[in-house]
DNA sequence: AGGATAGTTATCCATTTGGATAACTATTTC
DNA sequence: GAAATAGTTATCCAAATGGATAACTATCCT
């Protein structure tokens, strides 16, 4: 998975854009086709396979071709990396899971401008 | 904190950069300064300005200017949005967290060729 | 007042990113 | 074998990103 600190620049990165998040949550219900992962989302297919490009570098996704038909399936171990990021963060300061969750709660109404 | 797919995009980007996580690191050992926030960096003010702007703009971080001196401190909760994401994820896909841990455990020594 | 300190603004620049089209290759399917 | 299907490659483009320098403003400090 080639560790380190780019390991972590790819995967936020590859989750930091709206359609490849959904590309995500459909390859959460099961593996798909590129055409597929493509349907649902407004952009030529090469546009598509750039997404999909950006998720299976940062080893997200992984997919094989057979036949004409290329299949994506998620890799859903490779999110631990940005939990364990988050965890290792969240330990050293000292909010407890549950206080932060109460504090979510309080503040999930407020609003920057913009 | 405009909730919304844009805030998560802007959480994980503003994640996806190493020095911004360093950032983020040494903030959560207490409020910084700018020039205390640029000096590990090798990289010019305006640089690191920029970099601060982004976190900022996430919602991560904030400042209050006193005198000549802004001082940053971390917004620990901001963080709750991305683990919140994750944990959704974990839920409907069916991986325990410890589970995830010990699968984690066992491939952390994959390694993609670059 | 004058110098040092802390940050800010304005540009500039190369690279990356997110999008598109056009044209092409490989498989099925009829 | 011809047409439809599935994906791929090659370009192109505008905007965003990560970096720099130069020049500037606003506070301290003596």
Redesign the interface.
Known sequence: ???G??A??????A????SR?GM??RL?RGPASVTELAQPLDMALPTVMKHLQVLETS?LVQSEKAGRVRTYH?R??A????????AE??A??N?TFDR??L??AD??T???D?
């Open positions: 998975m080639l560790e600190p780019q972590l620049d790819r995967m936020f990165q989750l930091s854009d709206q998040r995500i949550d959460g080893g998620l859903k171990e999110l631990a990396v940005v939990e364990r990021w988050i963060r969240k050293s300061w909010i932060l969750d504090f979510l503040t999930s407020e609003t920057i913009e």
